[in-house]
């Protein structure tokens, strides 16, 4: 298997966190489920064969995904291919920061993968059809910089609030809350989730309670033996049965049940 990343350069680097790419990789399964982490992306899919989302429950294919898409805020989980065959490149943004880059509102693009086309720009498929030429990972990483600045240089522009409502949450999931930050910046409770909606694709509330869940996730990772009344306390949740009915509700799986089935990687948990 081969897998590269790579940070791009300012200004990029102040909306995307780095650039992905894999290729030959073969686990034994099939299908993975992909749990709501608080990404937001742009795949590049190098093949030349579709790949489908699942219905979570019965597994049948229920849509079908070629060339490049954009995936959108999720807040409930998302089954799809285990990656077995496939060469993909991933821009991966950082929380909040897709909005320059979209010719939607985030909120409109919540729980979605759509074509990345119809809501990036129609330059995105010719990008991809360079990005097959160039010979190795690094040339892919360096032709996409050069493409993306060319394209969305004149709107990489950041919103101060955003970035700090995001960061708040991020660094205080026990103790913030949608007041504390509309004080802070003397919005309203309104406009607050309005803005946030628009850029990140979800209420403020809805946002904290994915990083709520990532902490949990993060913590059982690092756990031999798990204590889950002092994750559901750690991470923020009101009590141990809160913190478990919001797991159910973004893997489809109670954390006991979690723990036998994750995979190798945090966030795909096996199915097929």
Not at 37 to 56: A, H, M, R, S
Not at 212 to 224: D, M
Not at 241 to 267: C, M, W
Request: proline share 6%.
């Amino acid at each position: 298997m081969i897998t590269e990343i790579y940070i791009p350069t300012f200004p990029l680097s102040q909306f995307i966190d780095h650039f992905f790419y894999y290729s030959g990789y073969n686990p034994e399964h099939s299908v993975d489920r992909f749990l709501p982490d608080g990404e937001v992306q742009i795949i590049f899919d190098l093949t030349d064969y579709p790949k489908f989302i699942y219905d979570n429950d019965t597994l049948k294919e229920i849509q079908s995904c070629q060339n490049v898409w954009f995936a959108g805020f999720r807040t409930e989980p998302i089954t799809i291919p285990s990656g077995k065959e496939s060469e993909m490149l991933i821009v991966q943004f950082k929380k909040g920061k897709a909005f320059p880059f979209l010719i939607e509102p985030m909120q409109n693009l919540t729980n979605f993968v759509v074509d990345a086309e119809l809501v990036i720009s129609p330059k995105i498929l010719k990008i991809r059809e360079r990005l097959l030429e160039a010979t190795n990972p690094y040339e892919k990483f360096q032709l996409l910089e050069k493409q993306l600045l060319k394209i969305y240089f004149n709107k990489l522009k950041e919103n101060p609030f955003v970035d700090f409502a995001v960061s708040t949450i991020i660094g205080t999931p026990k103790q913030c809350s949608i007041k504390t930050i509309s004080d802070k910046v003397g919005y309203s409770q309104k406009h607050t989730i309005k803005l946030f909606k628009e850029h990140v694709g979800v209420t403020p509330k809805e946002f904290l309670k994915v990083i709520r869940f990532q902490k949990a996730i993060q913590q059982i990772e690092n756990q031999i033996s798990v204590d889950w009344s002092q994750i559901a306390f750690d991470c923020g949740f009101y009590d141990q049965s809160h913190f478990i009915a919001d797991f159910k509700v973004f893997s489809g799986f109670t954390p006991s049940e979690y723990i036998k089935q994750r995979g190798d990687f945090l966030n795909y948990i096996p199915v097929k």
